[in-house]
Antibody, heavy 120, light 107 residues
């Protein structure tokens, strides 16, 4: 079955950087697009970033554009999110999510999430 | 960007009854609409995509309808595990956007 496990979350000071990873198993990782979606404490869901199966296409939410970079290593079945210039507004649980094969735009499997806390 | 709104904010329903949740888009998204369920402390789970197609393993008491700008999620014969927050999400336009959620709570 599909298994997505995020790691790399933690506490970071404003202006700092963090790199999240998402280890995928149970499916052909190199054939699926992947997303990052975040959820601030007690708030709703916010789409963050998308990367195509081969890494050739990437999209970002305006709120993270220029600060976050999504990447993937298909040889290691792993998705990454490099987050720079973090602000308190970036405090959230970050989920990696798989696209369906029908459309890049919705998420048919989710990881359990990694908490990122930006605080001085 | 496409702004998604959901109503009501909280819906109080008794077990065994039917819950009707609404989702509206600020511009047409065609049938590019998905619904997710999120239980406390858990990741979201895909329920519906294409506005009306149930995802794999989703019970048939969940049904979706609508197109364009108006969508509905109906949950019939509510079970205890259905009390959760439900989000709609459009995927016709980038950036992808979610509604703020509707909490279905026990009456």
């Amino acid at each position: 079955q599909v298994h997505l496990v995020e790691s790399g979350g933690g506490v970071v000071q404003p202006g700092g950087s963090l790199r999240l990873s998402c280890a995928a198993s149970g499916f052909a990782f190199n054939t699926y697009g992947m997303h990052w979606v975040r959820q601030a404490p007690g708030k709703g869901l916010e789409w963050v970033s998308f990367i195509r199966s081969d890494g050739s296409t990437k999209y970002y939410a305006d709120s993270v554009k220029g600060r976050f970079t999504v990447s993937r290593d298909n040889s290691k079945n792993t998705l990454f999110l490099q987050m720079n210039s973090l602000g308190v507004e970036d405090t959230a649980v970050f989920y990696c999510a798989r696209t369906s094969l029908i459309s890049w735009g919705f998420f048919d499997s989710w990881g359990q999430g990694a908490l990122v806390t930006v605080s001085s | 960007e496409v702004v998604m709104t959901q109503s009501p904010v909280t819906l109080y329903v008794s077990p065994g009854e039917t819950a009707t949740l609404s989702c509206r888009a600020s511009q047409s998204v065609g049938s590019g609409l998905a619904w997710y369920q999120q239980r406390p402390g858990q990741a979201p789970r895909l329920l519906i995509y294409g506005a009306s197609t149930r995802a794999t393993g989703i019970p048939d008491r969940f049904s979706g309808s609508g197109s364009g700008t108006e969508f509905t999620l109906t949950i019939s014969s509510l079970q205890s595990e259905d009390f959760a927050v439900y989000y709609c999400q459009q995927y016709s336009h980038w950036p992808l956007t979610f509604g703020p959620g509707t909490k279905v709570d026990i009456k």
